[in-house]
């Protein structure tokens, strides 16, 4: 199967990703629980946002199987906005993420995956 598009347009999207990580944290310490869904699922701590980035991931698993091309880029951002709701919730930086990132860049993901220490 052959993508329809490419994937890479990193100039917009790390416009978006710096947008969305600037208002997570601009929430996490002025938001109102009552009025701001990052406020609120923030407060509720990691518990609450893994739960959410779970859900959300379904969701994009489903859509990737059975929905059009806008629903997946859709469900695609509620990941991300979770995902990134939850690094805050756990205190984990961004760089953290890109340095783990730039660990694996050049290195198949076989190679990668099979040199992980084995889980508990």
């Given at each position: 199967m052959t993508a329809k598009a490419p994937l890479a347009s990193p100039a917009r999207l790390s416009a978006a990703l710096t947008h969305l990580a600037e208002t997570i944290d601009?929430?996490?310490?002025?938001g109102d629980?009552?009025?701001s869904w990052t406020a609120k699922l923030l407060a509720r701590g990691p518990d609450a946002a893994a739960?959410?980035?779970a859900e959300e991931g379904g969701e994009l698993a489903e859509a990737?199987?059975?929905?059009?091309d806008e629903r997946v880029a859709s469900e695609a951002a509620d990941v991300l906005?979770?995902?990134?709701?939850?690094?805050?919730a756990r205190g984990v930086a961004l760089d953290a993420v890109a340095a783990a990132l730039e660990?694996?860049?050049g290195i198949s993901g076989i190679a990668e995956k099979s040199a992980r220490p084995a889980k508990d």
């Open positions: 601009a929430r996490a310490l002025e629980a009552a009025s739960s959410k980035v990737v199987r059975r929905e059009s906005y979770h995902v990134f709701v939850a690094l805050r660990k694996r860049q």
